[in-house]
């Protein structure tokens, strides 16, 4: 087991932190609730077979997704594509990520090249996906294999929070 990520502080580039962030994978989102017609959730979603790789991931990666509405900065644990390290895995590794969401927008994040298995409570059924689309004030966790070698971008999936710094390398070697 590792230590809980501490978030980053606040300062310019983070303007939020989720003090108690929540499961929202019942949720289905703003305007969805109660409307008269069934939503479907994460939390619905099975995959049609087990997942390929079986074993429990060997570590946790936790990423804050932080920004400022105001000044329009994006980025992972408060810190901009050019000021952030690569996330290396190892190939062959079996990795946790979660993504804690402190700021008041959604995120679809996107792993180009490896597929994530979003833990939603189906076990060996849970949905395989590629982007994960996180709640602000949410947690949420995926399992990743890395079977790929490469440079991998890591990235949000709404364009301009990618060009501001919602982006990161995944180096797989």
């Given at each position: 087991?590792?230590?809980?990520?501490?978030?980053?502080?606040?300062?310019?580039?983070?303007?939020?932190?989720?003090?108690?962030?929540?499961?929202?994978?019942?949720?289905?989102?703003?305007?969805l609730h109660n409307n008269g017609r069934r939503v479907l959730?994460?939390?619905?979603?099975?995959?049609?077979?087990?997942?390929?790789?079986?074993?429990?991931?060997?570590?946790?990666?936790?990423?804050?997704?932080?920004?400022?509405?105001?000044r329009y900065i994006w980025g992972f644990d408060g810190k901009?594509?050019?000021?952030?390290?690569?996330?290396?895995?190892?190939?062959?590794?079996?990795?946790?990520?979660?993504?804690?969401?402190?700021?008041?927008?959604?995120?679809?994040?996107?792993?180009?090249?490896?597929?994530?298995?979003?833990?939603?409570?189906?076990?060996?059924?849970?949905?395989?996906?590629?982007?994960?689309?996180?709640?602000?004030?949410?947690?949420?966790?995926?399992?990743?294999?890395?079977?790929?070698?490469?440079?991998?971008?890591?990235?949000?999936?709404?364009?301009?929070?990618?060009?501001?710094?919602?982006?990161?390398?995944?180096?797989?070697?």
């Amino acid at each position: 087991h590792q230590p809980k990520a501490a978030p980053p502080p606040l300062n310019v580039e983070n303007q939020n932190v989720a003090a108690m962030p929540t499961d929202q994978l019942a949720d289905p989102g703003d305007g969805l609730h109660n409307n008269g017609r069934r939503v479907l959730t994460y939390a619905d979603l099975r995959a049609m077979r087990p997942a390929v790789d079986p074993r429990p991931p060997s570590r946790r990666i936790t990423l804050h997704l932080t920004g400022n509405m105001e000044r329009y900065i994006w980025g992972f644990d408060g810190k901009k594509f050019s000021e952030a390290d690569p996330i290396p895995l190892r190939l062959g590794e079996r990795v946790r990520f979660v993504l804690i969401n402190d700021t008041m927008m959604e995120h679809p994040v996107h792993l180009h090249g490896l597929w994530s298995e979003l833990e939603n409570g189906q076990g060996a059924y849970n949905p395989v996906k590629h982007t994960i689309i996180s709640q602000p004030g949410s947690r949420l966790s995926y399992l990743v294999t890395a079977d790929t070698p490469g440079l991998w971008a890591f990235h949000c999936h709404l364009l301009y929070h990618m060009d501001l710094g919602m982006f990161r390398t995944v180096v797989v070697s």
